[in-house]
């Protein structure tokens, strides 16, 4: 097969695909089964700690590995930003991160889990059998203190 008839030939392929793609996004609009999500009291899309679909409680943490102490430093609408005293090598700050925030919430370590962020600032750890003004209450007062 030649370079053209094998640049025809994908073009055509592209071409179904779109049309069968297109074609499956009208039915569903028509069966009413695309509606644009709702948002409860609970679920607040507007913070760091929101619920995820699994029922969990979703933390945007936004860590500052290598600093004296552990602690809580500010609770945004963007993040939660918080100091981890373990340096960012090999996952130490992580894995101190997971155990800095079990004991905060009072929790098991095995109930706090990193999802995202393994290798950056900007993470998101899940919290499971909370709820989320619970989570927003300990961190609070974590912060405070």
């Known amino acids: 097969m030649s370079f053209c008839n094998l640049n025809v030939w994908v073009r055509k392929i592209k071409a179904q695909n779109f049309i ?29 700690v929101t619920l995820d679909k699994d029922g969990n409680v979703s933390i945007k943490v936004q860590a500052k590995p290598g600093a004296k102490q552990n602690n809580i430093t500010d609770i945004s609408e963007e993040a939660v930003g918080i100091a981890i005293s373990a340096p960012p090598v090999e996952g130490e700050a992580n894995t101190e991160l997971v155990k800095y925030l079990a004991s905060v919430l009072g929790m098991r370590k095995s109930d706090v889990s990193l999802d995202r962020g393994s290798r950056s600032r900007q993470k998101i750890v899940l919290v499971s059998g909370t709820t989320v003004e619970n989570v927003v209450e300990k961190l609070k007062r974590e912060m405070s203190s």
Request: charge should be positive; aromatic fraction near 0%; hydrophobic fraction near 15%.
């Open 20 to 48: 069968s793609m297109r074609e499956m996004s009208k039915a569903s609009k028509k069966a009413g089964k695309c509606q644009k999500p709702t948002v409860s009291e609970n679920n607040q899309s507007n913070g760091p």
